[in-house]
């Protein structure tokens, strides 16, 4: 069975500093991980995943992630944050013939202040 | 294209009425997903279609539950009947399917009150 762990609740960073938001998880198969974003009253926004070559993935509104087979993991990465990236982040993974399914890790609330 | 389409937006409803949320999905994606989203629980998959079929419903949580596809733009879910722990926002999202590595695209939630 496929778990993704999140293992902060929140983290609070300050405007322009850089923000981490840690991921791991544990699968039976190849993984495909995701990061989606969810702010107040949306829906879940993707914002980028992992396929295959290089490990440092590039995303949208300046995100990044960095794949990492060893530990398993896919934290999520910003250099300068901002105060609009406050939101709820998701980190989540899929199988190759896992079914297209995607496990949800329990989400991290960034809360980015000036 | 507009998105993935949810409706109602918000729904309060008494205990033990029906309830049918509906979603219609991205053209051309094959794949739909029903999600339920509570503080308690995070972020549930409730059940899934691949070209209309039903291929995972082990997380309804019960026969009070029930879901169809009966063509590639059309998706409900009902709930009869409702109970106020079925209070929840709840979600449709839809997958080109052709790989597990296909982003989902979510609609924008049904916010369901029951009372």
Known sequence: AQSVAQPEDQVNVAEGNPLTVKCTYSVSGNPYPFWYVQYPNRGLQFLLKYITGDNLVKGSYGFEAEFNKSQTSFHLKKPSALVSDSALYFCAVSVTGGGNKLTFGTGTQLKVEL | ?115
């Not at chain 2, 989203?37 to 309804?60: A, C, K, W």
Request: aromatic content about 12%; some cysteine.
């Open chain 2, 1 to 115: 294209d507009a998105g993935v389409i949810q409706s109602p937006r918000h729904e309060v409803t008494e205990m033990g009425q029906e309830v049918t949320l509906r979603c219609k999905p991205i053209s051309g994606h094959n794949s739909l997903f029903w999600y339920r989203q509570t503080m308690m629980r995070g972020l549930e998959l409730l059940i899934y279609f691949n070209n209309n079929v039903p291929i995972d419903d082990s997380g309804m949580p019960e026969d009070r539950f029930s879901a169809k596809m009966p063509n590639a733009s059309f998706s409900t879910l009902k709930i009869q009947p409702s109970e106020p722990r079925d209070s929840a926002v709840y979600f449709c999202a839809s997958q080109w399917s052709v790989s597990s590595y296909n982003e989902q695209f979510f609609g924008p939630g049904t916010r369901l009150t029951v009372l």
